[in-house]
């Protein structure tokens, strides 16, 4: 079953966030790839692909993409364990240059070695973990699920082409 994110909500600028644990601040504020920044991190870096099909999009999203958009969700494991999740949002131009089919290849990786897609301004959201039992359902067990998940959103740009990436940081070593 889809993951519906809080698309159609207000996201926060960098500088309204507040009560950002600090092992998470570096991850969550990085304005280059994380998937690049998790590689650093960690011995073993892997990408978990768990949908990856055309979708009704989100009534806020269809202004920039259409009312069938490709959505594509993974995890973006260090070590074997999920760390994040990704939801990101293609129109028809996105898929013509082929970033529908990219498999396990980390999107981040395609994204910042392709110097045509442009980011757009980072958005942040901190979602309330009981609202997504999904989420919950890709924490590693452990006994210390916390109360509520950053996320945060960005577009990016090439051309015609766009693509909106979500990020949810679900591992709880971001929020010791």
Request: with cysteine; proline share 5%.
């Amino acid at each position: 079953m889809p993951l519906l994110l809080p698309l159609e909500r207000s996201w926060l600028k960098n500088t309204q966030l507040v009560d950002i644990e600090p092992a998470l601040s570096p991850y969550l504020l990085e304005t280059q790839s994380l998937t690049a920044r998790l590689k650093e991190t960690c011995e073993r870096f892997s990408v978990t692909v768990l949908a990856n099909e055309f979708r009704c999009a989100p009534d806020a999203l269809r202004t920039e993409l259409s009312e069938q958009a490709w959505c594509r969700e993974v995890t973006l494991n260090c070590n074997g364990k999920a760390v994040v999740f990704g939801q990101s949002w293609l129109n028809e131009e996105a898929c013509i240059v082929g970033m529908d089919a990219i498999g396990e290849t980390p999107l981040g990786e395609l994204l910042f070695t392709d110097l045509n897609w442009q980011r757009g301004a980072l958005e942040y959201f901190r979602l309330s973990t009981s609202d997504y039992p999904a989420l919950i359902e890709l924490i590693t067990p452990t006994r210390n699920i916390p109360e509520s998940l950053f996320a945060r959103r960005s577009w990016f740009k090439n051309g015609k082409a766009k693509i909106l990436v979500c990020e949810v940081f679900i591992s709880e070593s971001f929020y010791d």
